[in-house]
């Protein structure tokens, strides 16, 4: 049962990334931001950041851009989840995909796979602009091996359980 719920959370999320994902981001225009500030790209998930400074603007835009794009990330798994899987009875089901929405390695793969596309200065609002990114095959990828790893991981520990039973007989 676990394996089909997996598989299942796999598709939907590839089906949120590439073909609803796109459809729901609207068309922002913000005084003084550049025409790219705000524009989607298909293949890839994107975050938008701003800070007004002089000294550390660049800095801030970058971390900024870190953090929300682990939210984003996290947000389309509990998306998902939320959607598609609320009414889900069997505790083993719930369990795992409890495991999913709890990622403590999101930060460093986001580190590791974030691109700062964009970062520009505007003198007359004084703010910096950025568009950060990461390919949205990159994440699914990213979920699918997570989610295989969960369903390995709940597989074991119901064995260990087995034999735990077994031996206390």
């Known amino acids: ?18 073909k609803a994902y796109i459809v729901a981001t609207p068309n922002v225009a913000i005084d003084g931001a550049p025409s790219w500030y705000y524009v989607e790209e298909r293949s ?3 975050v938008f950041t701003s800070a007004k400074s002089e000294h550390e603007a660049v800095e801030q835009v970058r971390t900024g851009a870190v953090r929300k794009m682990e939210n984003r990330i996290a947000e389309l798994l509990d998306i998902v989840i939320q959607g598609e899987y609320r009414d889900i009875t069997s505790d083993e089901e719930k369990d795992f995909l409890l495991a999913l929405t709890k990622d403590r390695d999101l ?12 970062i520009e200065y505007d003198e007359e609002s004084g703010r910096t602009f950025g568009k950060s990114c990461i390919d949205k095959a990159l994440i699914l990828d990213y979920e699918t091996k997570r989610i295989a790893e969960a369903k390995t991981a709940l597989t074991h520990k119901r064995a260990e359980d087995a034999f735990d039973e077994l031996d206390a007989e």
Do not use: T, Y
């Not at 676990?2 to 089906?15: F, G, N, P």
């Not at 930060?107 to 964009?118: M, S, T």
């Open 107 to 118: 930060p460093l793969f986001v580190r590791g796979n974030i691109r700062h596309e964009q």
């Open 1 to 18: 049962m676990i394996e089909s719920l997996a598989l299942s959370v796999v598709k939907s999320l590839a089906a949120l990334l590439f």
């Open 44 to 46: 890839k998930v994107c």
